[in-house]
């Protein structure tokens, strides 16, 4: 029987994701054992925008592989940087979740006349991530933005206390967790309306580049489909030399024609159609540039 020891995170969320990628690999016969991580981003409280470096919530899982504490790495595929280190390798990229963002409100802060998003005017929204941020200043600039930290269900505590009249959240996490949403006013946002985060509702599944073993063990893990949306959004955000905490939005969707990307950059959004993840990125950023040439000596 395999063995194979698995290294997450602590949070709720990742935990499920660690556990679901387990029963997958039980199924094949493996003996899976997990290994709990803590990361900087589980240790500090402070704003993302605060901290330094990248890969808050991977780089310490990550050496748990390389250090060989660990077998296997699962996170969600976007909390990783663009930069790759060396002597690992993505092995599969499980079928995603929704990747569109949630908004969830206080019934108390809900305006449905309201322009663009159901809320009254001044209301506390809280949320951590520069893309969000960017994209509801834009959005509704009477909006009160509000730094949030904390993992899903901690987040969804805050706003049921009144830290925050609302809060936006990745809809993958809550539908993983299957949380109650009754107390509050919730809608799923159009990526038209609000940009997902690259990869958002996907899974990276992470070994040494040298585990043959493993990596025949986690082909039947691997949808071909989320691995080239993937792989468009995340290319993007590379060419603009970016991690996490880029300001950008980015969805790629398969087509007949080949990948449509849809992304959100510096306050306007942006489309673009190729028939492979690498010429889709290359059409997105040359518009991109064209509005804003600073990203082209990969400025941020």
Known sequence: MARVRLATRGSRLALWQ???????????????????????????????????????????????????????????????????????????????????????????????????????????????????????????????????????????????????????????????????????????????LLVPAPAQGALALECREDDRRLKALLEPLDDPSARRAVAAERGLMARLAGGCQLALGALAQETPEGLRLLAWYGGRVYQARGPDPEAVVEVAFKDIRAEHPEVACGLP
Not at 71 to 77: F, K, P, Q, W
């Open 18 to 192: 660690a556990e679901w990628v387990a029963g997958q690999l039980a199924r094949q016969g493996a003996e899976v054992e997990l290994v709990v991580v803590e990361t900087q981003g589980d240790r500090e409280r402070r704003p993302f925008a605060q901290m330094e470096g990248q890969g808050f919530f991977t780089k310490a899982v990550q050496e748990a592989v390389l250090e060989g504490r660990a077998d296997l790495a699962v996170h969600s595929y976007k909390d990783l940087p663009s930069a790759r280190p060396a002597g690992l390798e993505i092995a599969a990229v499980p079928p995603r979740e929704d990747p569109r963002e949630l908004l969830l409100a206080r019934l108390e802060a809900v305006d449905q006349t309201a322009p663009n998003l159901p809320l009254r005017a001044g209301a506390r929204v809280g949320s951590s991530a520069a893309r969000r941020q960017a994209q509801l200043a834009h959005l509704r600039p009477d909006l009160a933005l509000m730094e949030l930290r904390g993992n899903v269900p901690t987040r969804v505590d805050k706003l049921r206390q009144g830290e925050y009249d609302a809060v936006l959240l990745a809809y993958a996490g809550v539908r993983r967790l299957g949380l109650d949403l009754s107390p509050f006013y919730w809608q799923v946002l159009p990526p038209t």
